[in-house]
């Protein structure tokens, strides 16, 4: 995808912005001018800003390819509704004088959540209306599994902010691992529903994947901050070890998101994860676990630090067998069809 032809999704989701999409914009950037501060609320608002983007991308791909610019994706959700009481409430809390930051951290959580909802909600619809299988087994909508999916993603972008900043004092880590935890249950519940429900979606395989890499990367990047870069092992070789089986795993991530950005395959075909996959995430997981034990109980820390290293040495060897395996998988996607032979210089027409 061009430079170019991405800033025309731009220039015609701004032609064509709603009065309660401006409205929503413009509180978010006041709010940070008011209310903001760089170690508080900054992770916060570059999330905010980033799904301001999407969903403006997300409304010139809406028009570009045909949909109605009355009806499109920037019909007022309850997501936006959410954010604009969020900030509304900011805005009375300081005409209040208010110095209550429980309640000011609140509302900057639900006006993040919103965001991220508000900016999946148009971009699945974005996507459909370029391409109208990617919500096939929905008719069109997002569907209670993509949903699950979505707010799964939205609540695992605060667990570096509760790990990182401890907005809640003593609280925030027990906080954090219960929101981690929630968000590693509802990872098979979306799937299983999408089962049930009969809701399989090509956008469904692509959340899912993506919903993984929100959880684990940013969690183990506050890990990582909280425990100034130790990992909590006290052995200069295991450090060492740890830290280049976190580089295997991430490079195998850039490198399947450069491929899939080049070919388009895997998601384009609606191809899910396979069972070495699988296996990876889950024993992401169990690291995540470790370090969410580690950060909430220091009584366990120095058993969860050598369980963590034993995972992400295994999460390393799984991840190069990801990229060769997942590879086969849609190496015959990638190639194209060879002609079928028929004599030594002939081959048969294609119709």
Same mark, same amino acid.
């Not at 684990?216 to 830290?243: E, H, N, Q």
């Given at each position: 995808?061009?430079?170019?032809?991405?800033?025309?999704?731009?220039?015609?989701?701004?032609?064509?912005?709603?009065?309660?999409?401006?409205?929503?914009?413009?509180?978010?950037?006041?709010?940070?001018?008011?209310?903001?501060?760089?170690?508080?609320?900054?992770?916060?608002?570059?999330?905010?800003?980033?799904?301001?983007?999407?969903?403006?991308?997300?409304?010139?791909?809406?028009?570009?390819?045909?949909?109605?610019?009355?009806?499109?994706?920037?019909?007022?959700?309850?997501?936006?509704?959410?954010?604009?009481?969020?900030?509304?409430?900011?805005?009375?809390?300081?005409?209040?004088?208010?110095?209550?930051?429980?309640?000011?951290?609140?509302?900057?959580?639900?006006?993040?959540?919103?965001?991220?909802?508000?900016?999946?909600?148009?971009?699945?619809?974005?996507?459909?209306?370029?391409?109208?299988?990617?919500?096939?087994?929905?008719?069109?909508?997002?569907?209670?599994?993509?949903?699950?999916?979505?707010?799964?993603?939205?609540?695992?972008?605060?667990?570096?902010? *509760?790990?990182?900043?401890? @907005?809640?004092?003593? $609280?925030?880590?027990? /906080? %954090?691992?219960? !929101?981690?935890?929630?968000? +590693? #249950?509802?990872?098979?519940?979306?799937?299983?529903?999408?089962?049930?429900?009969?809701?399989?979606?090509?956008?469904?395989?692509?959340?899912?994947?993506?919903?993984?890499?929100?959880?684990?990367?940013?969690?183990?990047?506050?890990?990582?901050?909280?425990?100034?870069?130790?990992?909590?092992?006290?052995?200069?070789?295991?450090?060492?070890?740890?830290?280049?089986?976190?580089?295997?795993?991430?490079?195998?991530?850039?490198?399947?998101?450069?491929?899939?950005?080049?070919?388009?395959?895997?998601?384009?075909?609606?191809?899910?994860?396979?069972?070495?996959?699988?296996?990876?995430?889950?024993?992401?997981?169990?690291?995540?676990?470790?370090?969410? *034990?580690?950060?909430?109980? @220091?009584?366990?820390? $120095?058993?969860?630090? /050598? %369980?963590?290293? !034993?995972?992400?040495?295994? +999460? #390393?060897?799984?991840?190069?067998?990801?990229?060769?395996?997942?590879?086969?998988?849609?190496?015959?996607?990638?190639?194209?069809?060879?002609?079928?032979?028929?004599?030594?210089?002939?081959?048969?027409?294609?119709?």
């Amino acid at each position: 995808m061009s430079l170019r032809k991405i800033l025309s999704y731009f220039n015609a989701g701004i032609c064509q912005i709603s009065a309660p999409e401006l409205i929503a914009i413009g509180l978010n950037v006041a709010t940070f001018i008011l209310f903001g501060s760089l170690l508080q609320s900054a992770y916060l608002w570059i999330i905010i800003i980033i799904c301001d983007l999407c969903v403006l991308g997300s409304h010139g791909t809406w028009v570009i390819y045909g949909g109605d610019p009355v009806h499109g994706p920037w019909r007022t959700p309850a997501p936006l509704t959410a954010r604009c009481i969020a900030s509304v409430n900011l805005f009375i809390m300081m005409a209040e004088d208010s110095t209550d930051a429980i309640l000011g951290t609140f509302s900057w959580y639900v006006a993040t959540i919103a965001a991220i909802c508000w900016a999946f909600y148009c971009i699945l619809l974005a996507m459909h209306q370029k391409n109208p299988t990617w919500l096939e087994g929905t008719h069109g909508r997002i569907g209670a599994p993509n949903w699950i999916s979505i707010m799964r993603i939205a609540l695992s972008i605060l667990v570096p902010h *509760l790990y990182a900043v401890q @907005p809640f004092g003593a $609280s925030s880590n027990v /906080i %954090a691992t219960i !929101i981690l935890t929630l968000a +590693i #249950a509802t990872d098979a519940a979306d799937g299983y529903i999408a089962r049930r429900l009969d809701q399989m979606t090509k956008a469904g395989k692509a959340l899912d994947p993506l919903g993984d890499k929100v959880i684990f990367y940013p969690t183990a990047i506050a890990f990582i901050l909280a425990t100034s870069g130790t990992a909590l092992l006290d052995v200069s070789w295991m450090r060492l070890a740890f830290y280049i089986g976190l580089g295997i795993m991430f490079l195998r991530d850039v490198l399947f998101v450069v491929w899939f950005f080049l070919y388009y395959t895997k998601l384009s075909s609606g191809i899910g994860a396979g069972m070495v996959d699988k296996t990876r995430m889950a024993i992401m997981c169990v690291w995540l676990g470790t370090a969410a *034990l580690a950060l909430t109980f @220091p009584m366990l820390q $120095s058993r969860m630090a /050598i %369980a963590g290293f !034993i995972c992400m040495c295994v +999460i #390393a060897i799984l991840s190069i067998t990801s990229v060769a395996v997942d590879y086969l998988r849609i190496r015959d996607l990638i190639r194209p069809p060879a002609k079928p032979y028929v004599g030594p210089d002939i081959y048969e027409d294609e119709e």
